[in-house]
């Protein structure tokens, strides 16, 4: 395991600038995503990391190694493409040992290392097996495995559920979670899912074309965003914003251009009381919860969670409120008021 340090990075292609200069420091043993809409430079920052982006400026530390000029494989990095990239005429056995056998290794060693990882992955029952025979999971699994028996000091992984179905992708996070305790691996993790970094991320870095707009807890994104870019990128549905003149406040801060509140902190009450006023335009309902979607005029259109048996209809009219301290103030140039 090794800690990873970003100074001042900046990648270029031609006279486009991609990475505008990052500093970033990942702990060893930590898990840490990054997360952005496409275009924002997440996956060319993680291949800056593996070495297979060139470094344009800046410096990349492993540990305490200067990594910036090494080539990919003097790194002891380890990727896991969104791709699995396996071998379809080799078993899962074969494709797992891999790298080892390409190395010279024993195959006393080989096979150890192979069965520790097929045991940790629980691929104990398909190592006989193709490719072809295995589940999207399965197959990423595989491909998880090869990186491990190479013991690596850091796991880059990109985007490597974005080829599965909704319920394998639940059942991938739970078996990355469980790696990285197994493991207690330093991880870097690339994906435009939220839900995925929320639910796995020790720490997040949301970026924002090609520079880091907040990094933290995914509790600390979620409950204190930075600026309006993070407020409304980390949550779904994402938080409501409406400008300050449009909503009834007692108090606010010196500079506020607009107000967030996110959909569960509203409340639907009569109509004349609250906050803002608005009619409900269309219902979501998924079961435990609804998303009632309302027209609130020059507020807009305000999303709000409630209770799955919530009594409302379309063309309902109704007040909306929050408690003072659920509200976001962020002033003209998006940047959050405390």
């Not at 990919?72 to 896991?80: I, Y």
């Not at 998303?291 to 609130?296: A, E, Q, R, S």
């Not at 305000?302 to 009594?311: E, Q």
């Not at 379309?314 to 659920?326: I, K, N, R, T, V």
Request: charged share 25%.
């Amino acid at each position: 395991m090794a800690s990873i340090t970003l100074k001042n990075v900046e990648k270029w292609f031609g006279q486009a600038q991609v990475i505008k200069g990052v500093d970033l420091e990942i702990e060893e043993g930590e898990f840490v995503i990054f997360v952005g809409p496409s275009g924002c430079g997440k996956s060319t920052l993680l291949r800056m990391i593996a070495g297979l982006e060139e470094t344009s400026r800046g410096q990349i530390l492993v540990g305490d190694r200067d990594a910036t000029a090494e080539p990919p494989n003097k790194r002891g990095l380890a990727m896991v493409f969104q791709s699995y990239a396996l071998y379809p005429h080799m078993s899962v056995r074969d494709n797992v040992g891999f790298p080892l056998k390409s190395a010279g290794l024993p195959k006393e060693e080989v096979a150890e290392k192979v069965a520790e990882a097929a045991r940790v992955l629980k691929l104990d029952d398909y190592l006989d097996r193709r490719p072809k025979d295995l589940s999207g999971g399965q197959r990423q699994r595989v491909a998880i495995g090869r990186s491990i028996v190479r013991d690596p000091t850091a796991f880059l992984f990109d985007e490597p559920l974005s080829n599965l179905d909704a319920a394998l992708r639940v059942e991938m996070r739970y078996e990355i979670a469980k790696l990285h305790q197994t493991l207690k691996a330093t991880m870097i993790y690339v994906t435009h899912d939220q839900v995925e970094a929320m639910t796995l991320a020790d720490r997040i870095v949301v970026l924002e074309f090609g520079k880091i707009a907040q990094v933290g807890t995914p509790r600390e994104l979620y409950e204190k965003p930075a600026n309006l870019f993070v407020a409304q990128f980390i949550g779904s549905p994402r938080m409501n914003v409406m400008p300050a003149e449009t909503v009834a406040l007692k108090t606010a801060p010196e500079g506020a251009d607009s107000v967030g509140i996110r959909p569960e902190h509203l409340e639907l009450v009569p109509s004349g009381e609250g906050l803002v006023q608005g009619t409900v335009d269309v219902l979501e309902y998924l079961g435990a919860d609804t998303f009632v979607i309302l027209n609130c005029g020059k507020a807009g259109q305000i999303t709000v969670r409630v209770n799955g048996t919530a009594d409302c209809r379309p063309g309902d009219a109704f007040g909306l409120s929050a408690p003072q301290e659920m509200l976001h103030m962020f002033d003209a140039q998006g940047l959050a008021l405390i």
